[in-house]
């Protein structure tokens, strides 16, 4: 129903910035919230930023301060801006949607994000 495509991983220097992006495609009026999560090798897939159904944002206290999650709701798309980069959010980054109706949820298939020097 929808598809999720990220872009915007690479390599970066702890310090540096990245800016990914989430596109949908689909049945985009059945999204009921979007956000962005990432899992570290070894650890649990885990909030990064989101969307809640009631407009507002939640961020990982350890992002906060540094990330904002941003959406184009004309170009259906939801970007998340990282600044000051650590090599602590080296991480494969998912972005993710909430369904309308059904509940369920859809990944996309993550990129990766490297901060080391």
């Known amino acids: 129903q929808v598809q999720l495509v990220e872009s915007g991983g690479g390599l970066v220097q702890p310090g540096g910035s990245l800016r990914l992006s989430c596109a949908a495609s689909?049945?985009?009026?059945?999204?009921?919230?979007m956000g962005w999560y990432r899992q570290a090798p070894g650890k649990q897939r885990e909030l990064v930023a989101a969307?809640?159904?009631?407009?507002?944002?939640n961020y990982a206290d350890s992002v906060k301060g540094r990330f904002t999650i941003s959406r184009d709701n004309a170009k259906n798309t939801v970007s998340l801006q990282m600044n000051s980069l650590k090599p602590e959010d080296t991480a494969v980054y998912y972005c993710?949607?909430?369904?309308?109706?059904?509940?369920?949820?859809?990944w996309g298939p993550g990129t990766q994000v490297t901060v080391s020097s």
């Open positions: 993710r949607s909430l369904m309308y109706g059904n509940g369920r949820i859809y």
């Open positions: 969307f809640t159904s009631g407009g507002n944002t």
């Open positions: 689909g049945s985009i009026s059945s999204i009921y919230a």
